[in-house]
């Protein structure tokens, strides 16, 4: 089956070799879950490293957990963690 995952920020030098811009459409085997084709590319699994959170996963435009099993066509997105700025008490 044929999927395609698209990388954001830091995590797009997870990219396969020759994938343009921050996407790829890569062949798989059935029953592969987010977690699996983490491992797959070589993304440490669970949490950002350089942070300790964990990362924003989304398939097909809905937000789910790295157990998820993909299927023909899918679209993966994956998100370092997202933060900045700090908050201030203004009074």
């Known amino acids: 089956m044929r999927i395609e995952v698209r990388l954001f920020a830091t995590l797009r030098r997870y990219l396969p070799p020759?994938?343009?811009?921050?996407?790829a459409r890569i062949d798989v085997e059935e029953g592969l879950t987010v977690s699996d084709l983490m491992a797959r590319l070589g993304i440490p699994?669970?949490?950002?490293?350089?942070?300790?959170t964990t990362y924003l996963i989304?398939?097909?435009?809905?937000?789910?957990?790295?157990?998820?099993?993909?299927?023909?066509?899918?679209?993966?997105?994956?998100?370092?963690p997202l933060a900045g700025g700090t908050c201030r008490d203004n009074s």
């Open 58 to 80: 989304i398939v097909n435009g809905e937000q789910h957990d790295a157990q998820v099993t993909l299927h023909d066509g899918d679209c993966v997105s994956l998100y370092p």
């Open 45 to 52: 699994q669970d949490r950002d490293p350089e942070s300790g």
């Open 18 to 23: 020759g994938s343009k811009g921050m996407s």
